[in-house]
């Protein structure tokens, strides 16, 4: 064998990139040092290559976190759209969105904020949850703004599962806020997740008062 076969041999025959260690990789990343610290040429330091063999498969960084958006997109489940009643359609996508954001707590500033053009993934789940609010009966032009008003709801719940526990300790301060201390006691003695009973309220609230502004019976 010459040299030139040896070289060949010892290629692997796979890449050591493609697409989707890289975004996952970037989700990583992303979570652990947050939006500020977050670069291409950071990931490229994360994946052990240089900046360059990335842009093989993103072209750049908006490229790369609308790839990102995908990923997260994909577990947001849309499946009671056109199936179930509206409220149980959209409890259904709303818990699911949560759920996915709140894995990766660090991407909602960064993700949510970009534009969604060719990502595919997320643009379907628009048009899922879309099309099940006309299928309900809400107006063309009011669709976007409620489904806006419950992503910013839903957000800011994904960031309140990854509270610390004690965000709402007085400390030194309890003797000052003692109505304070008594509903906190209080919700300690209740069942289940502080986040969740406030998620539950919260879009409970929000649904019954949508249906009930676009006259919807849902």
């Known amino acids: 064998m010459d040299s030139s076969e040896m070289r060949r041999a010892g290629r692997p025959r796979s890449s050591v990139l493609d697409r989707e260690k890289i975004l996952r990789a970037a989700l990583r990343l992303l979570n652990s040092v947050g939006p500020e610290r977050f670069s291409m040429a950071a990931l490229a330091g994360e994946l052990g290559v240089k900046p360059p063999a990335l842009y093989h498969y993103v072209k750049n960084k908006q490229a790369l976190l609308v790839g990102m958006r995908e990923v997260v997109s994909v577990s947001i489940d849309v499946s009671g759209f056109g199936i179930l009643p509206w409220k149980e359609a959209v409890g259904q996508w709303a818990r699911s969105y949560r759920d996915a954001f709140a894995a990766h707590p660090n991407a909602i500033a960064l993700l949510a904020t970009e534009p969604?053009?060719?990502?595919?993934?997320?643009?379907?789940?628009?048009?899922?949850?879309?099309?099940?609010?006309?299928?309900?009966?809400?107006?063309?032009?009011?669709?976007?703004?409620?489904?806006?008003?419950?992503?910013?709801?839903?957000l800011g719940s994904a960031l309140d599962v990854v509270a610390p526990d004690d965000m709402f300790d007085p400390?030194?301060?309890?003797?000052?806020?003692?109505?304070?201390?008594k509903v906190l006691a209080a919700q300690r003695s209740l069942d289940g997740s502080r986040a969740d009973r406030a998620f539950d309220v919260g879009l409970g609230i929000m649904l019954d008062g949508l249906a009930v502004r676009n006259g919807s019976g849902a």
């Open 116 to 154: 969604i053009a060719g990502a595919t993934n997320t643009l379907a789940m628009y048009e899922c949850a879309v099309q099940g609010f006309l299928a309900a009966g809400w107006e063309p032009g009011r669709v976007m703004s409620d489904i806006v008003a419950l992503e910013s709801f839903i």
């Open 171 to 181: 400390g030194e301060d309890a003797a000052q806020v003692p109505g304070f201390v």
